[in-house]
């Protein structure tokens, strides 16, 4: 992703809602996929970052309460994950 980007990509600092064990970068990804094929809501916003393209949220339930915030982009024909992290905000943080 280019440095300009911003990005909170960190699953290693998120714990599993199932088991409290964090994150591997691989079961975020499984996650995601999980929570999409479930049927979870996805928000589409405009990104800042870059500007005027489109970005998909999810807010997923995680460990404890927390809310686990997922944000990608679309670059072609790849996903791109730019924000996985925990938010206490009722409307997200990125």
Request: proline share 9%; charged share 25%; no cysteine.
């Amino acid at each position: 992703m280019p440095p300009t980007y911003r990005s909170k990509w960190q699953p290693r600092s998120v714990r599993r809602p199932d088991n409290g064990d964090f994150f591997s970068l691989t079961e975020a990804w499984g996650f995601v996929q999980r929570k999409m094929e479930e049927g979870i809501e996805i928000e589409i916003i405009i990104l800042k970052q870059p500007p005027g393209k489109t970005g998909f949220v999810i807010k997923a339930p995680g460990y404890g309460g927390e809310v686990i915030y997922i944000k990608l982009q679309l670059a072609g024909d790849k996903v791109i994950g730019r924000s996985f992290h925990t938010s206490q905000l009722p409307g997200g943080d990125d």
